[in-house]
């Protein structure tokens, strides 16, 4: 266990390298040049030169690699003129756009993304077991019905749509919120929720879909299943073979898709609810800093999204272990 | 000056549709929400309170000396004073001085510019602001840390190709300051509107204790009547009354409101749909950033809003410019001038709101705008003239290219252009660009298109800062990667005219140049100018004391107050 | 043991009654292809102590009737009628609560393939403990010793230290005998074996029958085997019930059914039974074709298609008409449903068995 871990882990450094790598040339053959846009609309060639230098941009892009790795390892110190920006390891760089180290931009903005991406993914995983269990239960019957039906409404409604309709009725129409925006929960814990229930509303109409579906064909199957029969054979009420025997059983699928969107929602990937609901996460300033060519913070937001979603893999991988004895981490 | 084209490029399609749904639904949910009073000026100005500024996205830059959109410099207004500054209270905007006595004083020709300033300008620490100080703001926009702002003082203040900032403790000789008011810039060539250029935010006070160099966006050091109580970048900027800021030392800025917390980060339409709905905090909440463009219509006719629906023209033009060393027969540009359809174009931009048809590179309210149409006096262009010059350039039937950005209104107006030179037997291919790399992509020399869209808008309202850098030819080779000669037009006779026109420094003869200059540009055909821009902006009904800025087409906030 | 092919007339109900009263049991099953009649008519009685051998193909109605014995169609949508009168009550009647309290403790049931029956996600001894505490107000220390106790009583070695293993982590033969553990957990007094030993081979296969045995005897309970396999009843049964198409097409008590079946295909089934003391490699014989539709049974008799002998009963009347269940004559309670003349039967028995294979390859299709 510990030595798969392990394992686990060099793998996922590994990985981290190869994204960083393919995202650092990658941002070298757009067409975009972060100096030329720092320069601003009337720009002069010994100026884009000066601003190249500024930036490091005028050294190789293997140096340039070079010195980001080093950095990340032992960190680094920026400018050269105005002010010393020291950015300590792991260092991923300084935004080209605000001089901030960008590590302390992710961790910023990352209670944002975690309250929103957790919250929601908490609540769509608890109603979409939920409703997708009900469905399989009463297969065929209303309820199953309306939860499909219902399911089916979330695919197909746009998330934008959603968000900005939830905000009129509820913030504009009905005032039954305050206008939204991220507060964070060390501030005002009654404030930070308020703000989250119409985006974590959104994130669920949207995901929820997908988990109720999912439960539910899953939890057909393991309705079916033998074992399921020894559960009722047994005499054990109906929501102890259905909630302890199916659910353990139906789970497993949901596990997998579920820490994939827990870890990407966390690496923010809900730009447009983000946007919409003007929460600043991870999501928007990954965006931003394409729109921006802030190198430092594309790779910065790239890696960040990454790690997780690769760490969510690792998660996903250990549940797994848990939850269904017969898989042996080795 | 730049609006920075930053057009969401994810869902934008989901945008225009969900946004218009939801505003229409507002209209006949809850029209009429409003209706308590106008603002603009009228009733007496309240104290206190906290505005509220909805921000698409954070400014790009507040540090001063890199500000170069128009939400920073009109934000920049309330934290720093600059040496000459607009008083928009009036029919017209005038010029007064700021941190200055008057409006300075030329010499030599207009190549040396003499600032006296107020005595008692305090800085937030109570300190007073001095000409060093101003002479250091200045030099800071050499350094390469400090970038992203205007060019100007680079190119005009003698000895500035060599200077690299004051990083290095070298100062700028060009900048004199013989006594602690007094400030004296001198200019390598006559700059008879230097005293406009100076009512930009770069050309304020900046303490060198304070100076945090590339990091200042976040800690901008206020003379102003705001100063920064908190930024956290890209989330939220809070001002917060500088108290020691004086009424009497200041003729432009009021301080009415305790607080202004600028929210960035939300979507455009959200904060349209929010102002609109006018509840909460919304109430007392003002946007910079224009209405979105799906949103426009739709409101700017909703009596409702009326009050507090401003559309504030723009010093600036949006046009398509015609390569003129690609398509060098006059008659085909002419004819296109005539072909083009400019009731389509402007639909495609949001209609009426978005601006009035243009004629002229340089709109109304510019120094050297002059009334003249060369063209099709119908909008919607002459076909009859168009298809007669077609005939005389031989029947060519060529087939263009035309850039734009990758966005939906942008392909449309693509759309309309092409389906108008079609009429005249001019086939055209579309080139939609990224569009958040659409200027680094046409201003490079490398990639030339036969017709290319762009607009312009004026850094402060004279020819000078349009026509010198849209159509100086020879420019172009100086400047490869950042071309601003869309029409790569290089006619000796507007070169001579710009040569002329700086030398001058009596203002009307100035502009009269500007106007020939002008005139000459629309003769050669090298561009085809479209609308006039407007920009339409909503605040809350509990906002009062906001003044259409048509320097910056922005808001302005300097006499804003909350009712209660 | 008495045997009555149809309910007893009213008011003639025979004293004692039996411990299990099994009468004119029908499940069906509706479904977009119209009705699935899996059981259509059947009854029998079973005694406490006594073992009944219910036998057919897959698809004849066995395990569908064994569901029945536990109430596992209620809430479904089954459609159960008839009577199954355990200890006087009727099961069908009885509403889902009342059923769910005697599953597993009054009736239980071992299941065909212990590796799907048990649940891959919970200990054995956990899935045994969870059995009893279902029945029982004990503390989980309890339950499980009780667990640990009933693993040592079916002959799991260690049983401390396999309650704690997962199914997946016992043979073939443990998990059986960790399912009938967990089926007699609450002491039953209606055992349901659902083809007990079809996973297993063959030396294991007579160990779990002969553990099935003893248990028996110690709890006396009941125990009603279903298989499609007449060997593994020859031995422990003391009745025979043969299914065919949802009905009774033979019953009587093992030795009559063995000795003297009476039934083509229970012939069949003979045939293709394999003789411990045969050859081995000796070629078994199954019946040839496939098990009837349950929407549309065959008319007539319902293994006519299959059966070699119809050309045997004069006018057609297998095809046409129904055989009704008919006591043997000289026997007591030996049944069958066949039109075969006793003296027909008689001299296709007497024939020898390759003539068999030749009639049946000609009327085979």
């Not at chain 1, 882990?9 to 040339?25: D, H, N």
């Not at chain 1, 920026?78 to 901030?100: E, K, M, W």
């Not at chain 1, 309705?223 to 102890?240: H, V």
């Not at chain 2, 934008?12 to 809850?30: E, N, Q, Y």
Request: aromatic share 8%; charged share 20%.
């Amino acid at each position: 266990m510990f030595r798969y871990l392990v394992r686990r882990l060099l793998a996922v450094a590994l990985i981290m390298l190869v994204i960083t790598t393919i995202t650092f040339f990658i941002f070298f053959a757009l067409p975009s040049d972060p100096a030329l846009l720092a320069c601003g609309k009337t720009c002069s060639p010994s100026r884009l030169a000066e601003i190249k230098h500024s930036l490091g941009l005028d050294q190789s892009y293997s140096t340039q690699y070079w010195e980001f790795l080093k950095g990340l390892l032992a960190g680094r110190d920026f400018g050269d003129q105005s002010v010393r920006i020291h950015c300590g390891a792991p260092c991923l760089g300084v935004s080209f756009q605000t001089d901030t180290p960008v590590l302390t931009t992710l961790l910023s903005d990352f209670p944002a993304d975690l309250s929103l991406g957790l919250g929601a993914a908490v609540a769509f995983l608890v109603l979409g077991v939920g409703l997708g269990t009900v469905a399989a239960v009463r297969r065929g019957r209303a309820a199953d019905k309306a939860a499909v039906g219902l399911a089916l409404f979330g695919v197909s409604v746009q998330i934008y749509f959603i968000g900005l309709l939830l905000l009129y009725l509820f913030v504009d129409k009905f005032q039954i919120l305050p206008a939204s925006g991220y507060t964070p929960i060390t501030e005002d814990p009654a404030g930070w929720f308020q703000g989250l229930i119409l985006p974590w509303t959104t994130l669920v109409i949207v995901y929820l879909a997908m988990y109720t579906r999912l439960t539910r064909s899953s939890m057909l199957e393991v309705l079916a299943e033998d074992y399921l029969r020894t559960a009722r054979a047994k005499g054990l009420p109906a929501t102890t073979v259905v909630l302890k025997h199916g659910l353990r059983a139906a789970i497993t699928p949901v596990i997998t898709i579920f820490g994939m969107d827990v870890g990407s929602l966390i690496g923010g990937s809900a730009v447009i609810t983000e946007s919409v609901f003007g929460i600043n996460g991870i999501g928007k300033l990954a965006v931003d800093s394409v729109q921006n060519s802030d190198l430092p913070v594309i790779l910065g937001t790239t890696l960040f999204a990454a790690t997780f979603v690769v760490l969510a893999n690792v998660v996903v991988d250990l549940v797994y272990g848990l939850v269904d004895p017969r898989v042996r981490l080795a | 000056m730049t609006r920075t084209p930053r057009t969401p490029r994810r869902s934008r399609t989901a945008a225009l549709t969900a946004s218009a749904v939801l505003i229409a639904l507002g209209a006949t949910a809850c029209g009429g929400s409003s209706g308590t009073g106008g603002s603009g000026g009228t009733g007496a100005p309240g104290k206190g309170g906290t505005l509220t500024v909805l921000d698409k996205a954070d400014f790009d830059h507040l540090d001063p000396q890199r500000v170069y959109t128009t939400e920073g410099s009109s934000m920049d207004e309330e934290i720093v004073r600059t040496l000459t500054g607009w008083d928009e209270t009036g029919s017209a905007p005038k010029l007064v001085g700021d941190l200055a006595t008057d409006t300075g004083t030329p010499s030599r020709g207009a190549t040396v510019w003499t600032f006296h300033l107020r005595h008692g300008v305090k800085y937030q620490d109570g300190t007073e602001v001095t000409a060093p100080d101003v002479k250091y703001g200045v030099e800071r926009f050499f350094s390469s840390d400090i970038n992203g702002g205007p060019p100007y003082a680079a190119q005009w203040l003698v000895g500035g190709a060599g200077y690299k900032g004051p990083y290095q403790g070298k100062e700028l000789g060009s900048i004199a300051t013989p006594d602690k008011y007094t400030i004296v810039f001198h200019l390598n060539q006559p700059v008879a509107d230097f005293n406009e250029t100076t009512a930009m935010p770069g050309w304020s006070a900046v303490p060198k204790a304070h100076d945090t160099g590339s990091t200042y966006d976040t800690k901008v050091w206020s003379d102003g009547p705001y100063m920064i109580k908190s930024y956290a970048k890209n989330k939220e900027l809070v001002l917060t009354r500088n108290t020691h800021w004086s009424q009497s030392t200041d003729p432009i800025r009021q301080q009415n409101v305790d607080e202004m917390d600028v929210r960035f980060g939300q979507d455009e339409s959200a904060i349209d749909q929010q102002i609109k709905a006018d509840v909460g905090t919304a109430r007392t909440s003002v946007q910079q950033w224009p209405i979105a463009g799906s949103d426009l219509a739709q409101l700017a006719n909703d009596p409702a809003l009326k009050s507090r629906y401003y559309k504030i023209p723009a010093p600036g033009i949006n046009y398509l410019a015609i390569n003129t060393t690609r398509v060098k027969d006059l008659k085909v540009r002419q004819a296109i001038e005539y072909a083009i359809d400019k009731t389509t174009v402007r639909g495609a931009f949001g209609g009426s709101a978005y601006g009035d048809y243009a004629t002229t590179m340089l709109s109304p309210g510019i120094g050297g705008y002059r009334r003249f149409n060369l063209y099709s006096a119908n909008p919607a262009g002459n076909l009859a003239r168009a298809r007669a010059l077609i005939k005389q350039a031989g029947n060519p039937r060529p087939t263009l290219s035309i850039a734009v950005e990758n966005t939906p209104t942008q392909e449309h107006f693509a759309d309309a252009v092409k389906t108008s030179l079609e009429r005249i037997g001019i086939h055209v291919n579309i080139s939609p660009i990224d569009a958040a790399n659409y200027f680094s992509t046409v201003d490079n020399t490398k990639n030339q298109y036969d017709l290319t869209w762009g607009d312009w808008i004026a850094d402060w309202p004279n020819a000078s800062t349009v026509l010198p850098t849209l159509f100086d030819g020879r420019l172009i080779k100086h400047n490869p990667q950042a071309n601003q000669d869309l029409s790569y037009l290089n006619d000796p006779k507007v070169d001579a005219l710009i040569d002329q026109a700086a030398r001058m420094t009596d203002v009307e003869q100035r502009n009269a140049a500007y106007g020939r200059m002008d005139q000459q540009i629309l003769k050669d055909a090298a561009v085809v100018p479209l609308m006039y821009m407007n920009f339409s902006d909503m605040s809350g009904s509990g906002v009062g004391g906001i003044i259409p800025d048509t320097i910056l087409a922005e808001p302005s906030l300097v006499h804003v107050y909350v009712k209660h | 043991m008495s045997v009555q092919t149809p309910p007893h007339p009213a008011g003639l109900a025979p004293a004692p009654a039996p411990f299990l009263d099994v009468r004119d049991l029908r499940v069906h099953f509706p479904t977009e292809d119209g009705l699935v009649r899996s059981v259509d008519g059947v009854s029998f009685t079973l005694e406490k102590g006594r073992t009944l051998g219910i036998v057919g193909e897959s698809g004849s109605g066995k395990s569908v009737t064994s569901l029945a014995l536990l109430g596992l169609h209620k809430g479904t949508r089954a459609q159960v009628s008839g009577e199954i009168r355990l200890e006087g009550r009727d099961l069908v009647a009885l509403p889902e609560a009342e059923m769910r309290a005697l599953r597993g403790r009054t009736v239980s049931m071992i299941f065909q393939d212990p590796l799907s029956a048990l649940h891959p996600f919970f200990t054995v001894g956990s899935q045994i403990a969870e059995a009893y505490r279902v029945h029982h107000k004990v503390s989980k220390k309890e339950a499980r010793d009780r667990a640990v106790e009933m693993l040592k009583r079916v002959g799991i070695p260690q049983p401390e230290r396999r309650a704690g293993d997962y199914p997946h982590q016992f043979s073939g033969g443990m998990r059986q005998r960790a399912m009938i553990a967990m089926s007699l957990v609450c002491d039953p007094a209606l055992l349901i074996a659902d083809e007990p030993t079809t996973a297993l081979d063959v030396t294991v296969q007579a160990q779990i029958l002969d553990l099935i045995g003893d248990l028996q005897e110690e709890f006396g309970s009941a125990v009603v085997i279903i298989t499609h396999d007449l060997g593994v009843v020859s031995d422990v049964a003391d009745d025979i019930l043969v299914m065919y198409g949802g009905r009774r097409i033979e019953y009587g008590s093992t030795r009559d059914v063995l000795k003297n079946p009476q039934h083509p295909y229970t012939w069949g089934l003979l045939r293709s039974m394999p003789h411990l003391t045969g050859d081995v490699g000796e070629r078994l014989d199954p019946i040839p074709g496939s098990p009837p539709s349950l929407i549309h049974l065959p008319g007539g008799c319902a293994f006519h298609p299959r059966c070699a002998y119809k050309g045997w009963v004069p006018d057609g009347r297998c095809t046409r008409e129904r055989p009704e269940l008919r006591l043997l004559s000289g026997s007591a309670r030996h049944l069958a449903a066949c039109h075969l003349t006793d003296e027909a039967k008689q001299e296709i028995r007497g024939g020898t068995g390759p003539d068999d294979h030749a009639a049946t390859a000609r009327t085979a299709r």
